[in-house]
Structure formats: structure tokens, C-alpha cells
T-cell receptor, first 114, second 115 residues
Framework: GESVGLHLPTLSVQEGDNSIINCAYSNSASDYFIWYKQESGKGPQFIIDIRSNMDKRQGQRVTVLLNKTVKHLSLQIAATQPGDSAVYFCAETGMDTGRRALTFGSGTRLQVQP | EPEVTQTPSHQVTQMGQEVILRCVPISNHLYFYWYRQILGQKVEFLVSFYNNEISEKSEIFDDQFSVERPDGSNFTLKIRSTKLEDSAMYFC?????????????FGPGTRLTVT
């Protein structure tokens, strides 16, 4: 499940700090957004989702913010831990159109320094 | 916890050969998907499958590709005549129902190398 590329943006944070990972999407018709985490050698793992009728959703240590005006999505991870080190992808789909195919963003590598 | 499994983990094949990638979705799931990820690039949707037929497919999923659910547990992706550019990680996913909000659970992937 390696998604590393020389051109993959990297965010490096200290353990215990908060992390913010950003994503821009292009399809105005998308109305359902998901953040996935991909660890080395594994497939994408669901973290949190948000529908377009919301602008914020909180989970355990994670918050997703959606700004439909500028088509921007962010993932905030509180008190980042070494186990959070992975590549993070946003994904979008058009739930109300019945579309289920996910369109993934290009990913951000999060490196947590102990 | 139930999980999607895929075999093999790594497949090496020569250009022009046929390959079949295998997936066992989570047992009570109804919707199945294939995605691929070329090294260093985004995860890309290939095809979704429901009720024994293709539900959606992308432009990547051309006549060289086919999917099948040969029995009650396996879901396969066949590439008829592999090309160098088919080299990628191939991920199978499944979701529980027809609700588009249902989480898609991904398998660990099969790395396909075409030489």
C-alpha cells in the first residue's frame, strides 16, 4: 500500500502537537467527503467523513472542516502520536447522485517526530 | 474484526500476459470495488459491482479489464493482456449496502509488476 512519491507533500510535527492536513477538491457536485489514512503496506483506512450540509464534524482526536465556498477540506488531528504517521488522502463522491466511486486527492505524508 | 483480503500480495507478469487478482470482500457486504494506485500517484477508481453486474466504471476500465464474482465469496479483477502501464497497487474494497455513505473497507492491495 505504499503511496510514497518524491513529490508527495510532507507535514512533519512533534509528538503531542496538533496537525492540520489540507485538501482542495474540484467537483462542485460532490456532496460527501471522506478522509483516509494509509500506512505502509496497507490499504486506505477510513478516518472520518462529512456531508456537504455540514461544515464541521468531530471524531475521536480528529476533526474535519469543510468549506464549500472555496472547495476546501481539512483534517485536524489533536495531540498527534507516532502511530498517526501515514499518508492521508481526502476523497469525494456525489452521494445524492448515487455515485459511489471515490475520487481521491493526491495525499499528504504526516511524519510525527517523537 | 472482519476485513477484506487480497491475493496475491505481489504478482509479477510479462507484458501481454493475463492476470487475475483475487479479493474476498467482507462476508455480508453487497457492493464491491476495484481501485488502483500507480506508484507516487493518487488512488484511482476502476469499477464498482453490485448484484452481479457492473454499477459504475471509469475510463481506465477498458475492454482489457473484467470483473467477476465467481462464487459467493470471491471477487476478481482480470486484465486480459497486461501492459507496462498496468503496473500499480490494486485495491479491492467492499461496502455493506447500497447507501453511498457506507464506508468502503479496503483490502491490503496486490502489487502488480508488468515487465
Amino acid at each position: 500500500g505504499e503511496s510514497v512519491g518524491l513529490h508527495l507533500p510532507t507535514l512533519s510535527v512533534q509528538e503531542g502537537d496538533n496537525s492540520i492536513i489540507n485538501c482542495a477538491y474540484s467537483n462542485s457536485a460532490s456532496d460527501y467527503f471522506i478522509w483516509y489514512k494509509q500506512e505502509s503496506g496497507k490499504g486506505p483506512q477510513f478516518i472520518i467523513d462529512i456531508r456537504s450540509n455540514m461544515d464541521k464534524r468531530q471524531g475521536q482526536r480528529v476533526t474535519v472542516l469543510l468549506n464549500k465556498t472555496v472547495k476546501h477540506l481539512s483534517l485536524q488531528i489533536a495531540a498527534t502520536q507516532p502511530g498517526d504517521s501515514a499518508v492521508y488522502f481526502c476523497a469525494e463522491t456525489g452521494m445524492d447522485t448515487g455515485r459511489r466511486a471515490l475520487t481521491f486527492g493526491s495525499g499528504t505524508r504526516l511524519q510525527v517526530q517523537p | 474484526e472482519p476485513e477484506v483480503t487480497q491475493t496475491p500480495s505481489h504478482q509479477v507478469t510479462q507484458m501481454g500476459q493475463e492476470v487475475i487478482l483475487r479479493c474476498v470482500p467482507i462476508s455480508n457486504h453487497l457492493y464491491f470495488y476495484w481501485y488502483r494506485q500507480i506508484l507516487g500517484q493518487k488512488v484511482e477508481f476502476l469499477v464498482s459491482f453490485y448484484n452481479n453486474e457492473i454499477s459504475e466504471k471509469s475510463e481506465i476500465f477498458d475492454d482489457q479489464f473484467s470483473v467477476e464474482r465467481p462464487d459467493g465469496s470471491n471477487f476478481t479483477l482480470k486484465i486480459r493482456s497486461t501492459k507496462l502501464e498496468d503496473s500499480a497497487m490494486y485495491f479491492c474494497a467492499s461496502s455493506e449496502s447500497v447507501d453511498a455513505r457506507d464506508e468502503q473497507y479496503f483490502g491490503p492491495g496486490t502489487r502488480l509488476t508488468v515487465t
